[in-house]
């Protein structure tokens, strides 16, 4: 960029310019990035005024240029003067020097065209020899072959294997010259090697059979390294699943059979394996893995094939899922059968194999476990709908028994025992273990659903007990069970890992992530019960609170004896927490329970101070205009004795002369003392009461007399 700029150096121009004339150099130039960059130097109006003095001072400079090369441009034009008679004589050599290679290119190419022919020539040549050595080949291993095969002909002559082995190296030898005869080959040759091969085939065959009736293991290993040599290892197989497997199969797999059979479907499979005992069990010494042939697979290829394919035309009504105990019991079996093939098969890879076959596949998929599955469903989610679906009746509900430790509604025990049948024998298959799963968890959802049901419903007023007492022992039982579903999670958890299969390698952990979400939804639903079960208690208990205002009226002017103990309304203000206490604590448990009356007295505390805030100041100005009222009177009658009258603001140690107004404060003080003691008594702390402490502050600043922890009564005092 640098040189570029020393060998074209723009004119220098007006120096009050809005931009720098060297962004004109940038390779980079752009016009809408020049406005940009100059936006601020001046209005567009400068800019173009601008641009045009430049402009001028470039054409200048232009001139100037021009003038100073002015010699240089006419030398230029006369140097140029005769060029083209120069190019014309250099052209003509140049012309017959392409020419001349061109020449030289077509000989080239000529004389490789021709060695070209003659290798192809060669090539098609030697082609030739070797298919004509190989048809003589061929003629020679025919001959060769109808000579072994030919003794072997007759039924009278028994089958030599020696004969068999050296036909099947000459039929292989027959088969490799075959492929390079070419054209030379006729059709009756061709014909003679067919006829051959399968003579030779149908000679393996009865040789193949021989053996296996005799249980001449030798001779059986002979025929099948020959089955090997002739690479004819399917053929084997095909001839020992329909010569062997097949006419046994046709007898043992059938409806007839299975209905005449005492162990039912197990008779069959038992009838099916005796078959490998019986008759395959030298193939399959010879074929294993360690075995001294390979190559041969007679469990897959030849059994099992027959097998599925008889079960599946058959013995098609076992897989009906229309009764699901039947239909268990014919999976299971089935399960234990396939088992068993696999503990014969014994290698993994051929386990593996087994497996991954077609047949395999479809035999699995004949057994329609979505429909099983869907059947289970509906009987077991059948049941515990009906149970959320019936109304809970009021009657039996007061008068069953109550126990922590079982269900006391019986939506939640139809509820676990529904959960506990998805994974009971008889009923859960590990194949649908995911199914089971979302199962539980739906069930365990419904039953929390059916709460919200549960708590709205409002008992009918048919027995002894009042309603708000029947909503309460409602509550308390919702609360009892919800609690003792939740801890059953840990177990339904446990259930599941034992029931799971080994392949998944499920934890506990994993699986309280599922339950997560039934966990949250239980615990909103006990936080709902226990908000209802206090609010039921303080709407039982508040009633008997406005009863405070009524202390005044039993106290003023009715010369009433001094308050020495509580007033019956503290006794029904107290019996609701008490009753509950006594009725409930098994159920709902000491730890809960102690939550519940706090709850509850925390809310009637508030209440309960402010009731007798209320009555205190009515009191106190009640009192006031009193006193007023006397001192005028007494002003008015005799002005020295108004100094004697006693200061009412204070409790008089003289009972006989204590106002109606010291009696409604003293009054109101022992029931305060009376009901700090119940909150005491009922398990509770004095300073987990809140507005507790200060009620008791609030009646001992309004009678003068101090109460300490022990809870004396004035009368003590």
Same mark, same amino acid.
């Given at each position: 960029?640098?040189?570029?700029r020393?060998?074209?150096?723009?004119?220098?121009?007006?120096a009050?310019l809005?931009?720098?004339k060297n962004?004109f150099?940038k390779?980079?130039f752009?016009?809408?990035?020049?406005?940009?960059?100059?936006?601020?130097?001046?209005s567009l109006?400068?800019?173009?005024d601008?641009l045009?003095?430049?402009?001028?001072?470039l054409?200048?400079?232009?001139i100037?240029?021009i003038n100073?090369?002015?010699a240089d441009?006419?030398?230029?034009?006369a140097n140029l003067?005769g060029?083209d008679?120069q190019?014309?004589g250099?052209?003509a050599?140049?012309?017959?020097l392409r020419e001349e290679v061109?020449?030289?290119r077509?000989?080239?190419?000529?004389t490789m065209k021709?060695?070209s022919?003659?290798?192809?020539?060669?090539?098609a040549?030697r082609t030739?020899?070797?298919?004509l050595q190989s048809?003589?080949k061929v003629?020679?291993?025919l001959?060769?072959?109808d000579?072994?095969?030919?003794?072997?002909?007759?039924?009278?002559h028994?089958?030599?294997?020696i004969?068999?082995?050296?036909?099947?190296?000459?039929s292989?030898?027959l088969?490799f010259?075959?492929?390079?005869?070419?054209?030379?080959l006729?059709e009756?040759?061709m014909?003679r090697?067919e006829s051959?091969?399968n003579?030779?085939?149908?000679?393996?065959k009865?040789y193949?059979?021989?053996?296996l009736?005799?249980k001449?293991?030798?001779?059986m290993?002979?025929?099948l390294r020959?089955y090997?040599t002739l690479?004819?290892?399917?053929?084997?197989e095909?001839v020992?699943?329909?010569?062997?497997?097949?006419p046994?199969?046709?007898?043992?797999v059938?409806?007839?059979?299975?209905q005449?059979s005492p162990?039912g !479907?197990t008779?069959?499979y038992?009838?099916i394996?005796?078959?490998?005992?019986?008759?395959m069990?030298?193939?399959?010494?010879?074929?294993?893995?360690?075995?001294k042939?390979k190559?041969?697979?007679?469990?897959i290829n030849?059994?099992?094939t027959?097998?599925?394919?008889?079960m599946?035309?058959n013995?098609?009504?076992?897989f009906?899922p229309?009764?699901p105990?039947s239909?268990?019991?014919k999976?299971?079996?089935?399960?234990e059968?396939?088992?068993?093939?696999?503990?014969?098969?014994e290698d993994s890879?051929?386990?593996a194999?087994?497996k991954?076959?077609?047949?395999?596949?479809?035999f699995?998929?004949?057994?329609?476990?979505?429909?099983?599955?869907q059947?289970?469903?509906?009987?077991i989610g059948?049941?515990?709908?009906k149970?959320?679906?019936?109304?809970?009746d009021?009657i039996?509900f007061?008068?069953?028994?109550?126990g922590a430790?079982?269900?006391?509604?019986?939506t939640?025990s139809?509820a676990l025992?529904c959960?506990s049948?998805c994974?009971q024998?008889?009923?859960?298959?590990?194949?649908?273990f995911?199914?089971?799963?979302k199962?539980t968890l739906?069930l365990?959802s419904r =039953?929390?659903?059916w709460?919200?049901t549960a708590i709205?419903f409002?008992?009918?007023?048919?027995?002894?007990s009042?309603?708000?007492l029947l909503r309460?022992?409602l509550?308390a039982t919702?609360f009892s069970?919800?609690?003792? !579903?939740s801890?059953k999670i840990?177990?339904i958890?446990?259930l599941i890992i034992?029931?799971?299969p080994?392949v998944? +390698?499920l934890?506990?952990?994993?699986?309280?992530?599922?339950f997560?979400?039934n966990r949250?939804?239980?615990s +909103?639903?006990?936080?709902r019960?226990q908000?209802?079960?206090?609010?039921?208690?303080?709407q039982?208990?508040?009633?008997h609170?406005?009863?405070?205002?009524d202390?005044p009226?039993l106290?003023r002017k009715t010369?009433?004896?001094?308050p020495s103990k509580?007033?019956?309304?503290?006794e029904?203000?107290i019996?609701?927490?008490?009753?509950?206490?006594e009725?409930?604590?098994?159920?709902?448990?000491?730890e809960?329970l102690?939550?519940?009356?706090?709850?509850?007295y925390r809310s009637l505390?508030?209440?309960?101070y402010?009731?007798v805030d209320?009555?205190?100041i009515s009191?106190?100005?009640?009192?006031?205009s009193l006193?007023?009222?006397?001192?005028?009177r007494?002003?008015?009658a005799?002005p020295?004795?108004t100094?004697?009258?006693?200061?009412?603001?204070s409790?008089?140690?003289?009972?006989?002369?204590?106002?109606d107004d010291d009696k409604i404060?003293?009054?109101?003080?022992?029931?305060?003392i009376?009901?700090v003691q119940?909150?005491?008594?009922?398990g509770?702390a004095?300073?987990?009461i809140?507005k507790?402490h200060?009620?008791?502050?609030?009646t001992?600043? =309004?009678t003068?007399?101090?109460?300490?922890?022990?809870?004396?009564t004035?009368?003590?005092?």
């Amino acid at each position: 960029m640098a040189n570029t700029r020393d060998l074209f150096s723009l004119p220098a121009g007006p120096a009050d310019l809005c931009f720098d004339k060297n962004e004109f150099m940038k390779k980079t130039f752009s016009v809408d990035e020049f406005l940009h960059e100059n936006r601020n130097a001046g209005s567009l109006e400068i800019i173009r005024d601008d641009l045009g003095i430049y402009l001028k001072v470039l054409r200048s400079a232009m001139i100037e240029l021009i003038n100073q090369d002015y010699a240089d441009f006419v030398d230029l034009s006369a140097n140029l003067i005769g060029l083209d008679q120069q190019i014309s004589g250099i052209g003509a050599p140049l012309e017959k020097l392409r020419e001349e290679v061109l020449t030289m290119r077509e000989a080239l190419q000529g004389t490789m065209k021709s060695i070209s022919d003659c290798l192809d020539q060669k090539k098609a040549l030697r082609t030739y020899k070797k298919s004509l050595q190989s048809l003589g080949k061929v003629q020679q291993a025919l001959v060769k072959l109808d000579n072994l095969l030919s003794p072997m002909d007759g039924r009278e002559h028994d089958i030599n294997p020696i004969l068999l082995e050296r036909a099947a190296l000459e039929s292989i030898q027959l088969q490799f010259n075959i492929k390079f005869c070419g054209e030379f080959l006729n059709e009756e040759q061709m014909r003679r090697s067919e006829s051959m091969k399968n003579n030779l085939l149908m000679q393996m065959k009865e040789y193949f059979l021989k053996t296996l009736e005799q249980k001449n293991i030798d001779g059986m290993e002979r025929c099948l390294r020959i089955y090997c040599t002739l690479d004819e290892t399917r053929t084997a197989e095909e001839v020992f699943k329909h010569e062997i497997v097949s006419p046994y199969m046709n007898r043992v797999v059938s409806e007839s059979s299975l209905q005449n059979s005492p162990q039912g !479907l197990t008779g069959i499979y038992n009838q099916i394996l005796d078959f490998i005992s019986l008759n395959m069990k030298s193939l399959l010494t010879l074929t294993k893995k360690n075995g001294k042939v390979k190559g041969f697979n007679f469990i897959i290829n030849s059994f099992w094939t027959e097998v599925e394919r008889r079960m599946e035309t058959n013995m098609s009504s076992i897989f009906a899922p229309g009764n699901p105990e039947s239909f268990y019991q014919k999976y299971k079996c089935t399960l234990e059968f396939l088992e068993r093939i696999e503990q014969i098969i014994e290698d993994s890879a051929e386990i593996a194999y087994f497996k991954a076959h077609p047949q395999y596949k479809s035999f699995q998929v004949r057994w329609n476990l979505p429909v099983y599955f869907q059947i289970r469903f509906q009987e077991i989610g059948s049941n515990l709908e009906k149970a959320c679906s019936r109304e809970i009746d009021a009657i039996r509900f007061t008068s069953q028994q109550i126990g922590a430790s079982q269900f006391n509604l019986i939506t939640f025990s139809i509820a676990l025992t529904c959960i506990s049948n998805c994974w009971q024998e008889g009923i859960y298959l590990p194949q649908l273990f995911h199914r089971f799963v979302k199962f539980t968890l739906q069930l365990l959802s419904r =039953a929390t659903t059916w709460i919200d049901t549960a708590i709205t419903f409002n008992p009918p007023l048919q027995t002894d007990s009042p309603e708000p007492l029947l909503r309460l022992k409602l509550l308390a039982t919702l609360f009892s069970d919800v609690t003792n !579903l939740s801890k059953k999670i840990p177990n339904i958890i446990t259930l599941i890992i034992q029931k799971a299969p080994p392949v998944l +390698a499920l934890t506990a952990q994993k699986l309280d992530e599922l339950f997560f979400d039934n966990r949250s939804a239980l615990s +909103a639903k006990l936080n709902r019960l226990q908000t209802l079960i206090v609010q039921e208690l303080v709407q039982i208990s508040i009633p008997h609170i406005k009863q405070v205002s009524d202390i005044p009226r039993l106290y003023r002017k009715t010369n009433r004896e001094v308050p020495s103990k509580c007033c019956p309304y503290m006794e029904q203000l107290i019996q609701p927490s008490r009753n509950f206490q006594e009725r409930y604590s098994a159920m709902v448990g000491d730890e809960q329970l102690k939550e519940f009356l706090g709850n509850v007295y925390r809310s009637l505390t508030l209440h309960y101070y402010q009731a007798v805030d209320e009555v205190l100041i009515s009191v106190q100005k009640t009192e006031e205009s009193l006193r007023r009222l006397k001192n005028l009177r007494d002003r008015n009658a005799n002005p020295i004795t108004t100094a004697t009258f006693p200061n009412s603001g204070s409790i008089s140690t003289d009972r006989t002369s204590m106002s109606d107004d010291d009696k409604i404060r003293l009054q109101i003080q022992v029931d305060v003392i009376y009901y700090v003691q119940e909150i005491e008594r009922l398990g509770l702390a004095r300073g987990e009461i809140e507005k507790l402490h200060e009620l008791v502050l609030l009646t001992e600043k =309004a009678t003068k007399i101090k109460i300490g922890n022990n809870q004396q009564t004035p009368e003590q005092v």
